[in-house]
């Protein structure tokens, strides 16, 4: 990290780290580091207020920089704080698991929540380097390790199929360039950034009404299922392609079954908050032509959808 912080010419950085010190590189400069935690529950704008009411008293300009050590959460916070700070300033991203390296730290999304809706308060704010070390990978709980793969298992209906089996560090290089790409062609999610989102209203829409009990990527691998089953009853798909979301996201050990206890009202309400909806509710599905961004679904259609759904027990 020194080498990168360097380069960019930072004289002092604040390190924000929901990892034990000695997982932080040395900076090289002078720092203050501020312990985090990961978690859903620190991701709001009370967060990023008393980070950057950190960054004042520790005399953060434009020329200095940020680090974010931790994993999706923790750069998401610090990212939106990084990027509100002086109006901006350059923010690292140290990301320390799965769903962080192949996903959350890349693309330039900051963001927090609001009780009514996830990510609805965020800006663009382009990392100047996010450096993955698969070595944290290995301090992850099962749990945590396959939370990852729901933003992976979606790549195959997006841009990257066949991944299923590769190294893991193939899969995340393949995750990251699928992203980039698509991100450089299009920053600001006005065309096909809307491809990343795949699975992603349903996936945000689980975890707002499970209270977070469902992890971004069970929810996403959920959503995944959903979107196939969505579209092969709009007609973009036919049965075989169907059956093809719920067998990729299966071959990855993931869920694919709506939590007992959330209903289907609560479900609609939550995905009419997305900040993807314009006109009704809307999904990015798969169809003839690849995937698009399909707008005003009818409500009806959507819930019967989600009735045939499977249930966990």
Request: charged share 20%; net charge negative; with cysteine.
């Amino acid at each position: 990290m020194s080498e990168v912080l360097r380069d960019l010419g930072a004289r002092r950085v604040v390190v924000v780290s929901a990892r034990p010190p000695d997982w932080v590189p040395d900076t090289g400069v002078e720092t203050l580091s501020i312990p985090f935690r990961d978690g859903e529950q620190d991701k709001n704008l009370g967060a990023v207020e008393a980070l950057c009411a950190e960054f004042a008293r520790f005399g953060l300009t434009r020329s200095d920089a940020v680090a974010a050590c931790g994993g999706g959460t923790t750069t998401d916070v610090v990212g939106l704080a990084a990027a509100l700070y002086h109006r901006g300033v350059p923010v690292v991203h140290l990301p320390t698991t799965l769903l962080a390296q192949v996903d959350a730290s890349v693309g330039g999304k900051t963001a927090v929540n609001l009780p009514s809706g996830k990510n609805l308060i965020g800006a663009y704010w382009q990392p100047a380097a996010v450096l993955c070390d698969t070595d944290y990978l290995s301090t992850l709980p099962p749990r945590e390790l396959r939370n990852g793969y729901g933003e992976i298992a979606r790549c195959h209906f997006i841009g990257s199929p066949n991944l299923l089996g590769l190294p893991l560090e193939r899969q995340i290089v393949a995750g990251v360039t699928l992203k980039a790409n698509i991100v450089a062609a299009d920053e600001r999610d006005t065309g096909i950034r809307h491809r990343l989102n795949f699975g992603h209203t349903l996936g945000h829409a689980l975890e707002l009404t499970t209270g977070f009990a469902m992890r971004h990527g069970e929810g996403v691998a959920v959503g995944t299922v959903f979107a196939g089953l969505l579209a092969g009853a709009l007609g973009r798909i036919g049965p075989a392609r169907v059956a093809e979301h719920r067998e990729v996201v299966e071959s990855y050990g993931l869920p694919v079954a709506l939590p007992a206890e959330v209903s289907v009202a609560e479900l609609i309400t939550a995905m009419k908050r997305d900040k993807k909806s314009v006109s009704g509710l809307a999904f990015t599905l798969d169809g003839p032509d690849g995937v698009d961004l399909i707008q005003d679904i009818s409500e009806d259609l959507v819930s019967d959808t989600l009735a045939r759904m499977p249930r966990s027990s």
